[in-house]
Each structure stands twice: as C-alpha cells, then as structure tokens.
C-alpha cells in the first residue's frame, strides 16, 4: 500500500558529501515515522536516523554531526544531508515508513554509497 523511491546515492570521496531523498507514495497514514537504515555487505542492516511525522528526530551516534535529517510532509519526502563522509559509511541506504497505528513497515529499494578515495 506504500511505495518508497531512494535516489541521491553514489560515489563520493572521504570528506566529501551527499543528499539522499525518499519519496513516499500510497495510502499513508498521518502519524508516520520515515528514516535510514544502512546494510554493508556482511553486515546486519542498522539504524542512522528517523524523523516522525511531527518532526521528532533520532539520529545513531556513528551519524550525530555529520548526517542530518529533515522532511517536506507535503511531499511525503524524507531527506538524508551527509557530510565528512568516511569509507565506513559505504553501504545500501534503505528508505522506511512505519505506521503509528497498525505498525505496518515499508522499505525502498536502497541506494548504493560508497565512500572511497
């Protein structure tokens, strides 16, 4: 019932920055949470940020400083600003929506990011 599109992904080089968008689409519920999962290769997928429909953030430490994330509920768009990127930020960044009242969970695609010189 929810469709969720990534796109911004890429190569950067250590230090350099990149602006990651998911745009969601279906029947969504108003009292929503959308955020960024990330998953390297042989590892389990991890949080790195989430922002409720209100605006309420929760941001990874390993993020915290660097990575910043905001929304346009008119557009039902999440946004993902890194900055000072480091090799270790290399993974596939997954778009996610949950609904507050069923705890329905949608995930995109993903984004390829790789940080390398």
């Known amino acids: 019932q929810v469709q969720l599109v990534e796109s911004g992904g890429g190569l950067v080089q250590p230090g350099g920055s990149l602006r990651l968008s998911c745009v969601a689409s279906?029947?969504?519920?108003?009292?929503?949470?959308m955020g960024w999962y990330r998953q390297a290769p042989g590892k389990e997928r991890e949080l790195v940020a989430t922002?409720?429909?209100?605006?309420?953030?929760n941001t990874a430490d390993s993020a915290k400083g660097r990575f910043t994330i905001s929304r346009d509920n008119a557009k039902n768009t999440v946004y993902l600003q890194m900055n000072s990127l480091k090799p270790e930020d290399t993974a596939v960044y997954y778009c996610?929506?949950?609904?507050?009242?069923?705890?329905?969970?949608?995930w995109g695609q993903g984004t390829q990011v790789t940080v390398s010189s």
């Open positions: 922002i409720s429909s209100g605006g309420s953030t």
């Open positions: 279906g029947s969504i519920f108003r009292l929503h949470v």
């Open positions: 996610n929506l949950r609904h507050i009242t069923n705890r329905a969970e949608y």
